[in-house]
C-alpha cells in the first residue's frame, strides 16, 4: 500500500503537495496533530484501501465459508465508513446469536485493516441485510412498546437485547417528551426498560 506522510505547519500545503505527488489519484487523505503542535498529513490511494478490505475481509470470511465472496461498499459521503457484504449460502453461520459472529467479524476486520491502513476505519459487515432487519426488528419493537405505556403509564422490559442494540433503543428515546430508558441487572442478564419519566411525575 503506498502510504506517504508530510509533516509541517501548513496542512492544507501539504495535502496539497501529496495530491500532486499522486498525480490526481483518488485519495484517503487524514490528518494527525503531533506534540510540537506541527501537523502529519497522511495520503493513500482511496483503490488501495478498498481493495485491501475486500481482500482481508475476503480471508476472514471464508473461515466460515470458503466458498465465500464479498463485495465492499466505501459511502459516498465519508470516506473512511465502508459496508461490507458477506455472500454465502451460510447465512445462520456468519450471524450467530442475534448478530453476534457477524459482530466478531466486524470487530477483527477493523483491527486489521485499520492497523494496516494507518487511519481508523468505520466497517460494517453485513449478509442477507441481516443489519436492517435488526434495525427494523428494533424500531417496531420500540413503537409497539411505547404504544403500550401509553395506554397503561407501566413500564416494560425488552429482554434479550445485546449492549449495543440497548445502547440504539436509549438514543432512539433520548428526546421523548415524557418515556425514558433504564438498564438493569448484570451480566448476561441485563435488561432495558422503558418506563415514564419520574421527573414529569414528580411536577404533577
Known amino acids: 500500500m503506498d502510504r506517504r506522510v508530510l509533516t509541517g505547519e501548513d496542512p492544507d500545503r501539504l495535502e496539497a503537495e501529496l495530491r500532486e505527488q499522486f498525480s490526481g489519484l483518488d485519495l484517503l487523505v487524514w490528518r494527525v496533530e ?84 494507518g487511519c481508523r476505519m468505520d466497517l460494517t459487515v453485513d449478509i ?24 397503561d403509564h407501566t413500564e416494560r422490559p425488552l429482554r434479550g437485547l445485546l449492549p449495543k442494540e440497548r445502547r440504539y433503543v436509549h438514543t432512539a428515546l433520548s428526546d421523548h417528551p415524557y418515556l425514558t430508558t433504564e438498564s438493569r441487572g448484570r451480566g448476561t442478564r441485563r435488561t432495558l426498560y422503558i418506563l415514564p419519566r419520574k421527573d414529569l411525575d414528580n411536577k404533577e
Open 128 to 151: 442477507d441485510q441481516y443489519r436492517k432487519k435488526r434495525q427494523s426488528f428494533l424500531d417496531a419493537l420500540i413503537r409497539r412498546t411505547v404504544r403500550e405505556i401509553e395506554q
Open 34 to 117: 503531533e506534540e510540537d503542535g506541527r501537523t502529519s498529513v497522511n495520503a493513500v490511494p482511496a483503490h488501495q484501501v478498498y481493495e485491501f478490505i475486500e481482500n482481508t475481509a475476503l480471508k476472514v470470511s471464508q473461515i466460515i465459508d470458503r466458498y465465500a465472496g464479498v463485495r465492499v461498499k466505501p459511502d459516498r459521503n465519508e470516506r473512511t465508513r465502508v459496508l461490507v457484504i458477506i455472500r454465502s449460502r451460510e447465512v445462520g453461520a456468519y450471524i450467530g446469536w442475534h448478530g453476534q459472529t457477524l459482530d466478531a467479524i466486524e470487530l477483527v476486520l477493523n483491527a486489521l485493516v485499520t492497523q494496516n491502513v
